[in-house]
Structure formats: structure tokens, C-alpha cells
């Protein structure tokens, strides 16, 4: 049961403009929502992340839109760059509970 | 502050032997988390150990295990290796405070089964 989906699966994005990756989640009990950027070779790196509490959060060109009655957040970038390029993933947890349930990630590609 | 470190960084293995993964965290995190990464099915949660005991399981099966230090360094063994084994298995690790905390990746093991 995925109980987090992530669309789309790849993205291509001229550099300097904006890149928007979405998830839906079905458990309604999660109230953490990260986003990680993984490159080749290394493992994920936290970028940014929201609880249910607030609709939208901003850390430099990153934004996190979170709408909790669609139970949908989404990943803005903002003058993507080619050191954007990366695979990223949004993630779900719960209160008192470690366990990350994934979305199946999306391969950005910022092109010149 | 030194970064979550996993080591071996590469194992290669054949069917049926065994292997064990070491992960150190973050200096104060005393949540450890394990992750299976393949191209077919994604990040997959293992188990998770805080203070020395397992608080949380995947659905993997019992080859897969694990166990937690008193310094919070924890270890994941994988008992008679199948080739679809071959994965990276990452660690994370957090405060483990209520629930609450960030997490942080370490680079992780890639694992091949020949």
C-alpha cells in the first residue's frame, strides 16, 4: 500500500525557471512532511520540511505548499539551477513514530 | 559535527553467506533508523532502534535484523543473502525525542549479492 504518491516521476526544467514536484498522502495521522534531494552516490539530504500547522514554508529558493484538506504538499524551486539536478522525495511521519514512508522520487534535470 | 558515517561503503557478497552494516550517528542522536534503496521499490523503512531497542519494524523478513549499542552506534545483519538483497541500505538518525525530530542520511552501503 504506497501511502504516499509522487508526481512526476522526471522533470525537465530550463535553468532560471521553476520547478514544482507534488504528493498526496492517505494517512491522515501524519503530521511531518520532509522533502530530501539525493545525488548520485550519497545518500538523501534533508532540504525543508512542514507540519499540518502552517500552509506554506519558505527556506531560501525551496518552498513547501502544504494543503491539508487535499492532503497534497508540493515542492516549489524557485531559478532552478543545473546543481539542482538531483532526484528528490517527500516523505510522511507521525507523531512518535521515526518510520519515513516515502513518495517513489523525481529525477530533475535542470537543463541551460 | 561530524555527519552520520556507515561503513563497509561497498560489500560485495555471494548467495546464501551473511553480512553485517555498522552505522555511527550524528554525536547526541540516539534514534537509529535503517532504509533499503532499489530502483523497483524505493526508500523501504527496516526497523528503527532508540536506547538500545528495537521501537518500530518494516515488513521485511526475520533475515533482516538489527541492534543498538549503549553509544547508540547500531549494526544491521543480513543472514543468508538472496540477490534481491542487492540494495543501498541507508541509516538515518534523530534526536528520537517524541517523534519530532529531523533526520539525517548517511552516504550508506551499497550492497551487491553475486
Known amino acids: 500500500q504506497q501511502q504516499v504518491k509522487q508526481s512526476p516521476q522526471s522533470l525537465i526544467v530550463q535553468k532560471g525557471g521553476i520547478s514544482i514536484i507534488n504528493c498526496a498522502y492517505e494517512?491522515?495521522?501524519?503530521?511531518?512532511f520532509p522533502w530530501y534531494q539525493q545525488f548520485p552516490g550519497k545518500g538523501p539530504a534533508l532540504l525543508i520540511a512542514?507540519?499540518?500547522?502552517?500552509s506554506e514554508k519558505k527556506e531560501g529558493r525551496f518552498t513547501i505548499s502544504f494543503n491539508k484538506s487535499a492532503k497534497q504538499f508540493s515542492l516549489h524551486i524557485m531559478d532552478s539551477q543545473p546543481g539542482d539536478s538531483a532526484t528528490y522525495f517527500c516523505?510522511?511521519?507521525?507523531?512518535?513514530?521515526?518510520?519515513?514512508?516515502f513518495g517513489t522520487g523525481t529525477r530533475l534535470t535542470i537543463i541551460p | 559535527k561530524a555527519g552520520v558515517t556507515q561503513t563497509p561503503r561497498y560489500l560485495i557478497k555471494t548467495r546464501g553467506q551473511q553480512v553485517t552494516l555498522s552505522c555511527s550517528p550524528i554525536?547526541?542522536?540516539?534514534?537509529v533508523s535503517w532504509y533499503q534503496q532499489t530502483p523497483g521499490q524505493g526508500l523501504q523503512f527496516l526497523f528503527e532502534?532508540?536506547?538500545?531497542?528495537?521501537?518500530n519494524k518494516g515488513n521485511f523478513p526475520g533475515r533482516f535484523s538489527g541492534r543498538q549499542f549503549s553509544n547508540s552506534r547500531s549494526e544491521m545483519n543480513v543472514s543468508t543473502l538472496e540477490l534481491g538483497d542487492s540494495a543501498l541500505y541507508l541509516c538515518?538518525?534523530?534526536?528520537?525525542?517524541?517523534?519530532?525530530?529531523?533526520?539525517?542520511f548517511g552516504p550508506g552501503t551499497r550492497l551487491t549479492v553475486l
Open positions: 494517512n491522515t495521522a501524519f503530521d511531518y
Open positions: 512542514i507540519r499540518p500547522d502552517v
Open positions: 516523505a510522511a511521519k507521525y507523531v512518535g513514530n521515526e518510520k519515513l514512508t
Open positions: 554525536s547526541g542522536h540516539r534514534s
Open positions: 532502534y532508540f536506547s538500545e531497542t528495537q521501537r
Open positions: 538515518a538518525t534523530c534526536a528520537g525525542l517524541a517523534g519530532g525530530g529531523e533526520q539525517f
